[in-house]
């Protein structure tokens, strides 16, 4: 028996983990605390990632091709590469670059050497067809960066804040924290309490009163859809108090008299009409926040899915500025980087509205957000009536026609495509629709670093994950599969550690790759890790981790203090008055929220028996007496019907969530359900969600959250 370190790579926390294994099989996987910033933890998910290797779930063990039957039939990787890069290639030469796209969903954010092959090959390649989950993820905080601008020296780190609000986030399930959400990704209970016990306040506003609420010190549980109120009466209290960072404010922002003049009438008691919570409660969470000296005002996806998302963003990320939450010159930066160091400057970076400019859309006039294009857009870039359109689609570890909703829509559009490959390493909604499906290797079976999460530790630390075992014969590593495609399209790449906001062609530091020598992933690791403060050696010495030997950073003082926040640009103004202005009744009784399960990722580990067994089916969970008004009892079938679609779910009661609320985890059964959710395993939430009515501006983000209901008894149950 051996015990190998190594990291989890099931979610962005990226904890560090010890692996038993016994003549070359995985036996158990342990948290191992000896150097890792979160200390010694282990979520569910990362307990169980043995489990989940050595078949706990059905992963692919072959790549598939389908037939014009529409079977699918196991193929080589070599045959299936050869048919693809052909594809490709003629495409390319018939309709020019832009004929492909790629989608990157999440299963592609951990796997290192595979997103930035990916993103040589798109760059080698001249497409501006780049599609994430960004986009219909939190893509309104990028809309908020490019209306608003940026602080230079970022927000302050948990550790360091005494008061946080979060909106809509619930890391102690999710794991979700820096930089948005302001918590800390692994072991989020644990850094809560001693942050508590340090003094911080923690103010949550969620309909639903999640775990992370545990820890809260203020609850305000609102109906979904109305933050842009709530943060604008919290701004209204900042600005008649005048409590507001004075100083920060005068010497990096713009645009004050326009908040004043549109907060004037956003009482604590109007949003709380609009919200249906208490004016006091937005009184007190004002004042708390008014009276603090460091601040950090952040959300999860609630807002960011809801309706009026880019106004919400905007006017949640209005009341961290008025707080001044963000660090300043000579405070500590704990986190300075290690694979990627960093230096953090106090200065305001002035808007930049990308998305105004080249290249445009051809189904939307909208441009590129940190250079890609809205996800909800795909289905109408394949579908659009021009020669640029779409005809190829690579799908990387992703299940786009689950996840952006609207299945009806977006199945249609990709039956259109010439090629569809989904790039996984399960079989998923949008796997089988595809032309190729290649397996894909699983974490222990390749190189990886903590590229990724090299930002995101409250604490500077690297740890590098050679391979355990053996990937299987029928499976490609994810970075194999672009670069043997772009082999075979005679592209030559150059391979770069490119990071959020920057544009891959203008990065300096490259390696070139030619398409006749195979690249070697360890050498790929060691070039990544090569701007690093650690030697690329120590790593391969430590798998443990390593923290860089290096002297405290702080955040330096301005060069130029000529940028500036524009607090309230007009489209944002225009996109209140038009909020304010909406009806509170819209006819439909209730609301359907976003919630997520400790023991899958989204589609990822929902089948494993684990998960099966805990979640055999996504109830819609609703608060009790909703459902004795309704003649519901526990556990009965119903309808669910929106302005868009009707699905059917199992009604469970829930106390934890506001009346008025029903709450539902997305990626559960069918693309479309066959009118019984527990044959199906679940019910598909994205059959409510439409991608052609109700977008919003700039991202077109669609409608996961706040989505107007009506839920009525089957009456067969
Ligand atoms: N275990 C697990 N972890 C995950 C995932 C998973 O599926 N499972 N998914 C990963 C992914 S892709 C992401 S993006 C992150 C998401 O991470 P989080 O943002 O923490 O996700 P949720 O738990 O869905 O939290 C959203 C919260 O918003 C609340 N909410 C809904 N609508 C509104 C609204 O209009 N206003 C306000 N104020 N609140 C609202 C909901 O009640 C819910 O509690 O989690 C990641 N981590
Ligand atoms: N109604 C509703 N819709 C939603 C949401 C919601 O809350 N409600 N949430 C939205 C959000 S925040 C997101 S992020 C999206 C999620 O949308 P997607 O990312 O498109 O969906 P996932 O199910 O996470 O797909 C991840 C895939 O990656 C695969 N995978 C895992 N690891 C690897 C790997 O190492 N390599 C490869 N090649 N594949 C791998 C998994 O098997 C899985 O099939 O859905 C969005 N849609
Ligand atoms: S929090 Fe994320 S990285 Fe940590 S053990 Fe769980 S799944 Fe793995
Ligand atoms: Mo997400």
């Given at each position: ?60 063990l ?45 299963g ?23 599609f994430?989950?960004?986009t ?6 990028w ?23 979060l ?6 399930v ?65 600005l ?22 549109l ?31 460091k601040?950090?005002?952040?959300s ?26 963000y660090?300043?010159?000579?405070d ?25 400019r ?79 499906v ?9 190189h ?5 999460a090299?930002?995101?530790y ?39 550690s ?31 890790a ?37 607090l ?37 580990f929902?089948?494993s ?14 608060n ?9 009892g ?18 469970r ?20 359900g ?5 044959a ?38």
């Amino acid at each position: 028996m051996e015990t190998v370190r190594t990291f989890c790579r099931n979610c962005s926390a990226a904890c560090a983990m010890a692996i038993e294994v016994d003549q070359g099989r995985m036996i158990s996987a342990r948290p191992d605390g000896a150097v890792s910033p979160y200390g010694a933890y282990l979520c569910p998910k990362g307990l169980a990632s043995v489990e989940f290797h050595n078949g706990a779930e059905d992963r692919l063990l072959n790549c598939l091709a389908r037939s014009a039957d529409g079977a699918f039939a196991p193929i080589e990787p070599e045959a299936a590469l050869d048919a693809i890069g052909a594809k490709l290639a003629a495409l390319v030469a018939e309709h020019g670059p832009r004929s492909v796209a790629v989608y990157h969903g999440t299963g592609a954010y951990r796997s290192t050497l595979g997103g930035l092959m990916e993103r040589a090959w798109v760059s080698a390649l001249g497409t501006p067809n780049f599609f994430s989950t960004m986009t219909i993820d939190q893509s309104a905080k990028w809309v908020t960066m490019a209306r608003m601008g940026t602080f230079a020296s970022g927000r302050h780190a948990m550790r360091d804040l005494d008061v946080a609000l979060l909106a809509g986030g619930n890391p102690v399930v999710t794991h979700q924290g820096a930089p948005f959400a302001l918590m800390e990704s692994g072991a989020p209970s644990r850094a809560l309490e001693t942050a508590r016990a340090r003094g911080m306040k923690l103010i949550l506003i969620d309909p639903r009163r999640t775990e992370t609420a545990r820890h809260a010190d203020l609850l305000i549980q609102p109906l979904p859809g109305h933050d842009a109120a709530i943060f604008a009466a919290i701004a209204h209290v900042l600005l008649r108090d005048g409590s507001y960072d004075h100083a920060f404010v005068e010497r990096w922002c713009a645009g004050l008299d326009d908040v004043r003049a549109l907060v004037a009438e956003a009482t604590p008691e109007w949003a709380a009409r609009r919200a249906d919570v208490s004016a006091a409660e937005i009184e007190l969470a004002a004042k708390w926040l008014g009276d603090a000296r460091k601040v950090g005002v952040g959300s999860g996806t609630g807002p960011s899915f809801s309706a009026h998302s880019n106004l919400a963003d905007h006017m949640i990320e209005l009341v961290n500025v008025l707080c001044g939450g963000y660090r300043r010159a000579g405070d500590l930066v704990r986190n300075p980087g290690t694979l990627r160091p960093r230096s953090f400057t106090e200065m305001a970076v002035s808007p930049s509205r990308g998305f105004e400019r080249k290249p445009k859309c051809l189904s939307a006039d909208t441009g590129q957000l940190l250079g890609e294009f809205p996800s909800a857009l795909l289905p109408g870039e394949i579908t659009a009536n021009s020669p640029d359109r779409i005809r190829a689609l690579i799908v990387f570890g992703g299940d786009p026609l689950k996840a952006m909703g609207d299945p009806a829509l977006a199945s249609a559009a990709f039956a259109k495509l010439d090629l569809l490959v989904s790039l996984d390493s399960r079989m998923n909604e949008t796997g089988k629709r595809a032309h190729y499906v290649i397996a894909a290797s699983q974490p222990f079976e390749r190189h990886d670093l903590t590229l990724a999460a090299d930002a995101l530790y409250p604490e500077a630390f690297a740890q590098y994950a050679p391979p355990i075992v053996a990937k299987p014969q029928g499976c490609l590593h994810d970075w194999e599969f672009f670069w043997e495609v772009s082999a075979r399209m005679g592209l030559p790449l150059i391979f770069k550690s490119w990071s959020y906001g920057q544009r891959f062609e203008d990065i300096a530091r490259g390696l070139p790759l030619s398409p006749a020598d195979r690249p070697d992933p360890e050498a790929l690791c060691r070039f990544l890790a090569g701007e690093g403060k650690v030697e690329f050696d120590s790593l391969v010495a430590h798998p443990e981790g390593l923290r860089p030997d290096s002297e405290p950073a702080f955040v330096q003082p301005a060069p130029d203090a000529s940028g500036k926040l524009q607090l309230m640009p007009a489209d944002v103004a225009a996109e209140f008055h038009g909020y304010a202005a909406e009806p509170l009744d819209d006819g439909y009784p209730l609301r359907l929220t976003c919630r997520r399960v400790l023991h899958a990722l989204n589609g990822a580990f929902r089948d494993s028996r684990a998960a099966r067994k805990r979640h055999p089916v996504n109830p819609a969970w609703m608060n009790p007496l909703d459902m004795a008004d309704l003649g519901l009892g526990e556990g009965v079938l119903v309808e669910i019907a929106s302005p868009h679609g009707a699905i059917r779910a199992v009604a469970r009661g829930e106390d934890r969530l506001r009346r008025g609320v029903v709450s539902m985890s997305h990626m559960f059964g069918p693309l479309v359900g066959s009118g019984d959710p527990i044959a199906d395993g679940g019910s598909n939430p994205g059959e409510l969600t439409s991608l052609s009515e109700v977008l919003e501006p700039i991202n077109f983000m669609p409608r996961f959250s706040g989505i107007p209901i009506r839920v009525s008894p089957v009456s067969e149950a």
